[in-house]
C-alpha cells in the first residue's frame, strides 16, 4: 500500500513522507566572518536545499542563487553593524539548524583562505585602535616591529645597549656585524637581559660573530660563527656562557 491513499471507516490513509526528506540541514559555509560594510558572498553547503528554499539572514532574507540540493549561495547584507547573525534555510515552514556568521569591524579586506588562514587585501596594512586580543599564536611579518638599530654599516657592532631589542640590518655593502658577548650580564645562569632578535634586511649573508661566547642551535654547538641569509630573522639568547640559537 505504499504511496497510496485509501479510506478505513471514513479515515484518509496511506503513506506519509519521513519529515526529513524535506528538512533542509546546513553542514558548513564557506566563511564564517566578513568584514563590515562588504557584500560577501557565503557559500552554504548541507543537504535538502531547493530551488524553492528562502534563507534567512537573522531578520533578512537576502536574495539566494540555488547550485544543488548541496550548494545554495548569498551575498550578506550590505551595510550592517558588526555582530554576530544567524543563518537558517527554510522549505516552507520547515527550517534548517541554525548557524553564526560574525561581521567584523576591523579595517581591511578580510578573506578566509582554504587552509584556514586570514588574509588582509587592503594595501594601507590594519589599523588597530585599542587592545588587540589574540587567542593563539601571532605570526609576525617582516617589519611589524620598530627595531631599536638600523645597521647600515659594514663590521658594526651591536652593543649590549641593544639587548632585548629588535636589531635591522639594513641596506648597504655590509657582509659582516659583530655582536656583544654572550657573558656581557655575568655568568652562572641564563639572564634574561641578554637576547637580541636580528633581522637581516640586506641583500647580503651576513656573517656574525660575538665578542665573547660561541653559537649553539641546530647547525651545531661551539660555532665561533653564524650567517644570516636575507630577510632572515635571527633570534638568540645567552645562557651566560654562549648564544643560543632560538
Not at 665561533?224 to 645562557?239: G, P, V
Request: net charge negative; proline share 4%; with cysteine.
Amino acid at each position: 500500500m505504499s504511496g497510496l491513499v485509501y479510506q478505513n471507516n471514513n479515515t484518509q490513509c496511506g503513506w506519509a513522507p519521513p519529515s526529513n526528506l524535506f528538512t533542509p540541514q546546513i553542514t558548513s559555509l564557506s566563511s564564517y566572518y566578513s568584514p563590515a560594510a562588504t557584500n560577501s558572498l557565503v557559500v552554504i553547503f548541507g543537504n535538502n536545499f531547493y530551488s524553492y528554499s528562502v534563507v534567512n539572514f537573522s531578520s533578512y532574507r537576502p536574495t539566494f542563487y540555488f547550485i544543488n540540493s548541496n550548494q545554495i549561495e548569498f551575498y550578506v547584507p550590505s551595510g550592517l553593524i558588526s555582530g554576530t547573525y544567524t543563518i537558517q534555510v527554510f522549505n516552507g515552514s520547515i527550517g534548517s539548524n541554525i548557524v553564526n556568521y560574525t561581521i567584523d569591524n576591523s579595517s581591511g579586506y578580510w578573506l578566509l583562505n582554504p587552509n584556514g588562514s586570514i588574509t588582509n587585501t587592503n594595501n594601507n596594512g590594519l589599523n588597530v585602535n585599542g587592545t588587540l586580543n589574540i587567542n593563539g599564536s601571532l605570526n609576525v611579518p617582516n617589519g611589524i616591529l620598530t627595531p631599536l638599530l638600523i645597521i647600515t654599516t659594514d663590521n658594526a657592532t651591536i652593543s649590549s645597549n641593544y639587548s632585548g631589542g629588535f636589531v635591522e640590518i639594513g641596506g648597504g655593502i655590509i657582509t659582516n656585524v659583530n655582536l656583544f658577548a654572550a657573558t656581557t650580564f655575568g655568568t652562572g645562569g641564563a639572564n634574561p637581559n641578554a637576547t637580541i632578535t636580528i633581522w637581516n634586511n640586506n641583500a647580503n649573508t651576513i656573517t656574525i660573530t660575538s665578542s665573547g661566547g660561541n653559537f649553539d642551535g641546530p647547525n651545531g654547538t661551539g660555532i665561533t660563527t653564524i650567517t644570516i641569509a636575507y630577510n632572515t630573522i635571527l633570534k638568540l639568547y645567552s645562557d651566560s656562557y654562549n648564544w643560543i640559537v632560538v
